[in-house]
């Protein structure tokens, strides 16, 4: 079963909701301090050095860039492995609209880094790929905060706890 809810799971364990949150927070991160990255590759391309704070996060953009590509890994193998719980009652629409947006953040949680590490040993087009990934994120993550409190304070059907309490 690929990525479907199991019928005996009730919510997400302990390490789906702690990788959620941990991928969640490193994604933040990139998205707020990945132009440091841009400076010190700018900076190499022009011959000179790039600011220390610039070397600086554009190594941690790098490390947590792995560090998200290996733990969507495990997200993945737990959702493939544990299943997910079912998807509140809605109608098809809110029910296909869920599950497009969750598989396009897998999608993006992959692609992202893949083409930044590529970017990075190989240079063009793949930075240019890579860049998209940022208004790509903040957008659909947007529509995920959106539906969440969409789902806890106008169906009131328990939603966004399955992401902060195990079940």
Known sequence: MIGDSIDDVRGYSTLQIGLHWLIAALVL???VFGESMTAFVEAAEEGRAASALDARLASVHYYFGIAILGLVAIRLA???????????????????AGRISHWLFYALLVVVPVTGLLAYYLGDPFGEVHELGKPLFIGLIALHVVASLYHQFWR??????????PG
């Open 156 to 165: 009131k059907d328990g939603l966004l706890m399955r992401m902060l309490r």
């Open 78 to 96: 737990l959702r493939v492995g544990r299943g997910t719980p079912a998807a509140p009652e809605a109608s098809r629409a809110l029910e296909v």
């Open 29 to 31: 991160v990139q998205l």
